[in-house]
């Protein structure tokens, strides 16, 4: 069964500092990759995504993110974060080629900012 | 050009009750969704809807029922309210392109309790 597993529930990071936000996928058929964040009471926004191509995908904001068909993972990362970062962060993987375009979304990623 | 637009913004309901969650997008997509939100589980699909009067079970169907008579319109309906359908409710819609898994744009979500 497709699944994404996000194993980080909750990450604080210091101002400035890089951030790894972890992701991975089981999915049997060549996956579609995307990255959400979400602000407080706030609906989804995409960052970025992966289709095909370059496996290092460049996203919104600063962010990019990793494909790695052989680790089944796709992590988003950020070299220096700003406090604005501080939201939830959703990975998702959907079929590619099909008919009903649905998502499967991870469990989410808090991430908390220090001054 | 609003997106995705959700109506109320919030809703308390007693047990039994019903409500409709009203969903309209301006985008001209032809998909739409209805994901329910719970704390630590990521986004889960009720619904989803391929075009105008075509809709089809998602993930957790059970105790909601949808409708689509226009493109821009996708209503969710409730019966008969129960305590464990208190959660966020989100709707999202998207196009695709040659079959593919394309963007889901969010609505800012509509956050029901049900006493």
């Known amino acids: 069964a497709q699944s994404v597993t996000q194993p980080d529930i909750h990450i604080t990071v210091s101002e400035g500092a890089s951030l790894e936000l972890r992701c991975n996928y089981s999915?049997?058929?060549?996956?579609?990759l995307f990255w959400y964040v979400q602000s407080p009471g706030q609906g989804l926004q995409l960052l970025l995504k992966?289709?095909?191509?370059?496996?290092l995908v460049q996203g919104i904001k600063g962010f990019e993110a990793e494909f790695k068909r052989s680790q089944s993972s796709f992590n988003l990362r950020k070299p220096s974060v700003h406090w604005s970062d501080a939201a939830e962060y959703f990975c998702a993987v959907g079929a590619a080629g099909g008919a009903t375009n649905k998502l499967i979304f991870g469990t989410g990623t808090l991430l908390a900012v220090q001054p | 050009n609003a997106g995705v637009t959700q109506t109320p913004k919030f809703q308390v309901l007693k047990t039994g009750q019903s409500m409709t969650l009203q969903c309209t997008q301006d985008m001209n997509h032809n998909y739409m969704y209805w994901y329910r939100q719970d704390p630590g589980m990521g986004l889960k699909l009720i619904y989803y809807s391929v075009g105008a009067g075509i809709t089809d079970k998602g993930e957790v169907p059970n105790g909601y029922n949808v409708s689509r008579s226009t493109t821009e319109d996708f209503p969710l309906r409730l019966e008969l309210a129960a305590p464990s359908q208190t959660s966020v409710y989100f709707c999202?819609?998207?196009?695709?392109?040659?079959?593919?898994?394309?963007?889901?744009?969010f609505g800012p979500g509509t956050r029901l309790t049900v006493l």
């Open positions: 999915y049997g058929a060549t996956p579609y």
């Open positions: 992966y289709f095909s191509g370059d496996t």
């Open positions: 999202a819609s998207s196009t695709t392109s040659g079959g593919s898994t394309d963007t889901q744009y």
